[in-house]
């Protein structure tokens, strides 16, 4: 009997112990998985730097700021050149978008007026030293965003937006022109006598040269009062062979 009884307790506290509810470690078990961290958010899309922008308008967003760059302004670059710069460089890409360097606009106000918008000589004003009758001429050219900034129809050779923005149009205009010349040298110095001597002078001294395509025959056959053939010879030489390498160093374009 107590032999018995002993087989009973033994399975009844089998039987109790065994199938007793789940403790905590089941409870951890259930418990849903724990949510995967968030990805990080994107990185922002480069910003490019004015050098490779091709401007959307002729009106820089902003007043221009000074700005620090990798390479120091050479003692020879006045210091509105790099007040001027990002600006300058958004205008001209507005007309010629990539097909020119802005160094041509650069060197070429260099030669002008050395950054001074209230620089006057005998006949011109401003930074790109426009004379009268050719700035009352590109206020009528100018995209209606210049002229908003200038609403005189003689044109504002000393405000520096309108002043760029004339420069950069009548360049590309006058490189446009002279798509026939012989090289893209002889393009370029053909488009600055033009600008500074007017291209019609150079249409007559083109037929006198014999229809040559290379701007020393042209500059060669010059008819002008010596003053003024020294003056115009001597003008895209020293933009482009003086001027021109100090601001691709600079410029870095």
């Known amino acids: ?3 018995g009884m002993g087989w009973v307790t033994w399975l009844g506290a089998l039987v109790l112990f065994g199938c007793r509810p789940a403790g905590p470690a089941t409870e951890e078990a259930a418990a849903p998985p724990a949510s995967e961290p968030a990805p990080p958010p994107p ?3 480069p910003v490019a730097s004015p050098a490779d922008t091709v401007a959307d308008s002729p009106i820089p967003p902003r007043e221009p700021e000074p700005r620090r760059y990798a390479t120091e302004t050479p003692a020879e670059i006045p210091r509105e050149a790099l007040f001027y710069r990002d600006n300058f460089i958004r205008i001209w890409r507005y007309y010629f978008n990539l097909a020119e360097s802005p160094t041509f606009g650069f060197a070429q106000v260099h030669q002008e007026s050395r950054w001074n918008t209230n620089a006057k000589s005998r006949f011109a004003s401003g930074l790109a030293q426009f004379t009268p009758g050719t ?5 009528k050219l100018l995209p209606p965003e210049v002229q908003a900034i200038c609403p005189s129809k003689t044109g504002c050779p000393t405000e520096p937006n309108w002043a760029l923005n004339a420069l950069s149009l009548y360049d590309f205009r006058l490189h446009k022109s002279f798509g026939w010349a012989a090289s893209d040298d002889d393009r370029w110095r053909l488009a600055l006598a033009a600008y500074n001597g007017g291209a019609g002078w150079l249409q007559k001294e083109r037929a006198r040269a014999g229809g040559s395509a290379k701007w020393a025959d042209i500059v060669a056959a010059c008819m002008r009062a010596p003053q003024y053939c020294k003056e115009n010879r001597d003008y895209p ?8 390498p100090l601001y691709q160093r600079w410029l870095g374009i």
Request: glycine share 0%; proline share 11%.
């Open 1 to 3: 009997m107590t032999r």
């Open 135 to 139: 700035a009352a001429d590109f206020s």
């Open 237 to 244: 030489v020293r933009i482009l062979e003086k001027w021109f």
């Open 43 to 45: 990185l922002p899309p």
